[in-house]
């Protein structure tokens, strides 16, 4: 009996802790998402009103083109000035009144001409120097032997000085090093060229379970990275898990996994890989439930944000109102009480973290309106989801409270970034 009233107790802490999210997180993406949004509005006459326009020609050195056009070409004709070939009917999406091809479609150096019966346009390309689309990292051969590590790899269409290199080690830390930044344990790390291939070394006295190699421009684009597990020298060989196969949720780093879901198209996003999400990543012993949760949700975010929406989630898990829940529970039989309770309480968690779940997609709905950049909204996403993780790891609504007010910090400075 002291067990269940110990749970209505906390159950009560609960409630308590509701009331504090309604008013942290819920009112916070009204009062500066709603003047965001607004803000928006002018944003989509600015490719050129009603009227017909022809302009922000943009030719990359990955060897994308793309253009602001209306109405429309049929056929998009790109012809070489300097050696007056034509390319008819470039590959491309239109999406409105832009269009944009794939990377490595313009690759020479020069001046060309985009054809049209209403005039014209002009434009040069600085040609290919590097595309994502045609990179590909193989990892052949990943060994511990004597405090160091070794592997072997090849690289095609790129060069080592774009690579990141990651170890994962058994405490499921990951250790980097790239051009910019190298963790400590890596600042030996050395890669030379040995016979069309290259050798990776570092004197490591930490145990790594595996390593992963990835150009960070690419994340989000084409999956190009590789994994290989590193297993002692002269042990059995182990299998390179390519990119293609792990898709998002393949790499190591929370950042990437986050920045990439970010930067799927349309027609990558239903991909299971890709909406592994990373709570349930986490909880290994239980992430079929989990995910069920989070698959359950999906359809709520159709709804505006507001009451709408979260009554959608309360639906969808199954909650009622929360005080009638409670007294539900309470009028039950001794035997059911504490099972009663239980699920109540991981109910309204759920409820809790949606909010937080709920700020992401405010972000990201931020930045497809052009208000906020990819790199902003990953960095927030991440903290979200981190914030997620230590709302799960918390021992007591008043470490919660401090997670979900900081959530609202980080929120705050999410909206001055985006007024600046």
Not at 94 to 116: L, N, Q, Y
Not at 227 to 241: D, L, N, V, W, Y
Not at 258 to 268: G, H, I
Not at 368 to 373: N, P, R, S
Request: glycine fraction near 10%.
């Amino acid at each position: 009996m002291g067990g269940f009233f110990n749970s209505i107790k906390h159950l009560s802490g609960i409630l308590l802790l509701i009331s504090l999210v309604v008013f942290l997180l819920f009112s916070s993406v009204f009062v500066f998402a709603k003047g965001g949004g607004g803000g928006s509005g002018g944003s989509g006459s600015s490719a050129g009103g009603s009227g017909p326009y022809f302009m922000n020609i943009k030719c990359e050195d990955n060897g994308k083109l793309s253009f602001d056009k209306k109405p429309k070409l049929e056929a998009v004709d790109v012809e070489n000035l300097d050696d007056e070939t034509l390319d008819r009917n470039v590959p491309g999406t239109w999406e409105g009144f832009h269009f944009s091809t794939d990377e490595a479609v313009m690759v020479k150096p020069g001046k060309f001409v985009i054809r049209d019966p209403d005039g014209d346009r002009e434009f040069t390309c600085p040609g290919l120097v590097f595309s994502c689309r045609l990179a590909k990292i193989k990892i052949d051969s990943c060994e511990k032997s004597g405090g160091n590590v070794s592997a072997s790899f090849s690289l095609f269409n790129a060069s080592p000085e774009y690579l990141e290199f990651q170890f994962k080690k058994p405490d499921k830390r990951v250790l980097k090093h790239r051009k910019e930044s190298k963790s400590p344990e890596l600042k030996e790390l050395k890669v030379e060229p040995v016979d069309g291939k290259y050798v990776l070394s570092v004197p490591l006295a930490a145990d790594v379970e595996s390593l992963q190699l990835s150009i960070p421009s690419c994340v989000g684009q084409y999956y190009v990275y590789s994994s290989i597990p590193c297993g002692k020298a002269g042990g059995e060989m182990q299998r390179e898990s390519v990119g293609n196969e792990l898709k998002c949720g393949g790499y190591m780093a929370i950042e990437d996994r986050v920045k990439c879901r970010l930067s799927l198209r349309e027609d990558q996003e239903d991909e299971y890989e890709n909406f592994y999400p990373e709570e349930c990543k986490a909880t290994p012993n239980d992430w079929k439930k989990c995910l069920e949760t989070y698959k359950a949700v999906q359809s709520c975010w159709r709804f505006p944000g507001g009451n709408a929406r979260i009554s959608c989630v309360q639906k969808q898990l199954k909650l009622g109102e929360i005080k009638g829940e409670k007294k539900k529970c309470q009028q039950m039989q001794p035997g059911e009480k504490g099972k009663c309770v239980s699920e109540l309480n991981e109910k309204v968690h759920s409820l809790v973290k949606f909010r937080l779940y709920n700020l992401e997609e405010e972000a990201e709905e931020l930045m497809e309106k052009g208000m906020l950049t990819l790199e902003q909204v990953s960095a927030f996403v991440v903290k979200m989801e981190q914030g997620k993780l230590k709302y799960n790891q918390a021992k007591n609504n008043r470490d919660r409270k401090v997670i979900l007010a900081q959530a609202k910090d980080d929120w705050k400075s999410l909206m001055a970034a985006m007024e600046t």
